[in-house]
């Protein structure tokens, strides 16, 4: 059973543009989420957790710059900014603790970001 | 924060034989270790985990160990098929922060026949 969707899937970035991306949620049971990276060597690396509708971060990482945005219970959004090299976005949910794991982490398919 | 080790970077056996892949972490506080495969165009999907009130976990061919002393928790694969072949990724997080997963840098498992 899908737990998230992302879209798109995959984007050509003009060098100086910026993107974004959206992650829709699928089952309420899991509404921690969250955006990680996977750079070009593979790297995997933890962004941002929004649980709730309005939260807002950003965060300047090597090679692109990030604000993310809990839009609803079921919807967050990430815009990625000046970015020098491709990426992989990824983002996951995970429980409450209640019925299922809050530690358990489950990866939507991915945004994979290339630059022009 | 959280640093992951993991090592090997590459790994290649014989299918039937088994693979170990060995992670070390440095914040005491973590108590939830997850193993991710990825395969080629794929996103990561858990493929075992264990927390820190156990020692040792076993599911379909995979044993995962934890040695809280010595800050390090292991991946078994027993019986290797071609169907193993992927990169895995060992994770480490604390309570604090139960949605921070902190990763190794990933290992490529190569299974020949």
């Known amino acids: 059973v899908t737990l998230l969707e992302q879209n798109p899937r995959w984007r050509l970035v003009p060098r100086g543009q910026a993107v974004n991306l959206r992650c829709i949620l699928k089952?309420?049971?899991?509404?921690?989420m969250s955006w990680y990276q996977q750079d070009l060597q593979k790297q995997l690396q933890w962004l941002f957790t929004?649980?709730?509708?309005?939260?807002?971060?950003v965060k300047s990482l090597p090679g692109a710059d990030y604000l993310a945005t809990r839009v609803t219970d079921t919807e967050l959004r990430l815009q990625v900014a000046n970015m020098s090299q491709g990426r992989t976005l990824y983002c996951t949910c995970s429980g409450t603790g209640a019925l299922v794991n809050q530690d358990t982490q489950y990866f939507g398919p991915g945004t994979r970001l290339l630059v022009l | 924060g959280e640093q992951v080790e993991q090592l090997p970077s590459i790994l290649r056996v014989q299918e039937g034989s088994s693979a170990s892949i060995n992670c070390t972490y440095e914040?005491?506080?973590?108590?939830?270790f997850p193993w991710y495969k990825q395969e080629p165009g794929e996103n990561p999907k858990l493929i075992i985990d264990?927390?820190?009130?156990?020692e040792r976990k076993q599911t379909q061919g995979l044993i995962v160990l934890l040695d809280k002393k010595a800050k390090r928790f292991s991946l078994h694969i027993t019986d290797t098929q071609p169907g193993d072949s992927a990169m895995y990724f060992c994770?480490?997080?604390?309570?604090?922060?139960?949605?921070?997963?902190?990763f190794g840098k990933g290992t490529v498992l190569l299974v020949s026949p």
């Open positions: 089952n309420s049971q899991y509404p921690w």
């Open positions: 994770a480490a997080s604390a309570d604090s922060g139960y949605n921070k997963l902190t």
């Open positions: 929004l649980r709730s509708p309005g939260d807002k971060e």
């Open positions: 914040n005491s506080a973590s108590n939830y």
């Open positions: 264990i927390r820190s009130n156990m």
